[in-house]
């Protein structure tokens, strides 16, 4: 188990000192708001699901496992970072998977995590969110 966070810890310093993007398989959906590409967890920023344990949870899990089945992602990087991911906006065969989330009533926007707005429209679209806000979003 520490071989593979040494692994990864250094699969993301290197891929973090040459890049603010990060392209490749999606190799484990941990939530529906949280991916690993070719490795290295990944963040979405602006995009709040509730945890895997709640029923919308699973719910955004599974359809984020339904959208990057075997494909490969390519995510913008702001430089942050949270816990052991980076943070960033990914897509996957040219669509935002935040977008597609939050269109979809599956997830919603984190309005202090979006402060481009690059999700304004696409909550407006899909109307209130029904699920849990955390405090932190706000």
């Known amino acids: 188990m520490i071989a593979r966070w040494s ?20 190799t484990h959906v941990r939530d529906g708001d949280t991916i690993e590409v070719t490795g290295v967890p990944v963040r979405l920023r602006g995009v709040n699901c509730e945890e895997w344990d709640k029923p919308r949870g699973r719910q955004a899990t599974e359809r984020m496992v339904q959208l990057t089945r075997g494909k490969g992602a390519v995510c913008t990087l702001n430089g942050e970072r949270n816990g052991d991911c980076v943070i960033g906006w990914c897509s996957v065969d040219g669509i935002d998977l935040g977008d597609t989330l939050i269109r979809e009533r599956i997830c919603a926007r984190c309005n202090r995590y979006d402060p481009e707005r690059r999700y304004v429209d696409a909550q407006a679209a899909a109307g209130s969110w029904r699920g849990r806000v955390p405090g932190y979003c706000k």
């Open 7 to 26: 692994l990864i810890a250094g699969l993301l310093a290197s891929t973090l000192a040459t890049a603010e993007t990060l392209e490749g398989q999606v």
